[in-house]
Nanobody
Framework: QLQLVESGGGLAQPGGSLRLSCVAS????????IAWFRQAPGAEGEGVSC????????DYADSMKGRISLPRDDARNAVYLQMNDLRSEGPAVYYC?????????????????WGQGPQVTVSS
């Protein structure tokens, strides 16, 4: 059974760092591009960033550009969302999603597999 399991959410301090993990099982991870999306209550979801199976990344969220990276560990079937210099924001749910293509997209409907989404809040 294809599954994406995320971890690492919670409350973080402004200016601090947080790393979310997305671990895949049940499919050949190396053939998938993996993206992170987020959604705040009452708001539309938005793409955050994506990494292809070749290791190329695309950042979509303008507010986060320059502060995020997506390390990928194919040996562990894992992709991470490393967020630095966090800015205060209300709760948002972060989802990882898998797309069986060699390129990335911020179009959520293209992604056929989703994790459960840990919540992240950045507040002092």
């Amino acid at each position: 059974q294809l599954q994406l399991v995320e971890s690492g959410g919670g409350l973080a301090q402004p200016g601090g760092s947080l790393r979310l993990s997305c671990v895949a099982s049940g499919f050949y991870f190396n053939f998938y591009s993996i993206a992170w999306f987020r959604q705040a209550p009452g708001a539309e979801g938005e793409g955050v960033s994506c990494i292809t199976f070749g290791g190329a990344t695309n950042d979509y969220a303008d507010s986060m550009k320059g502060r995020i990276s997506l390390p990928r560990d194919d040996a562990r079937n894992a992709v991470y969302l490393q967020m630095n210099d966090l800015r205060s924001e209300g709760p948002a749910v972060y989802y990882c999603a898998a797309y069986e293509r060699g390129w990335c997209s911020s179009a959520a409907y293209l992604y056929g597999h989703w994790g459960q989404g840990p919540q992240v809040t950045v507040s002092s």
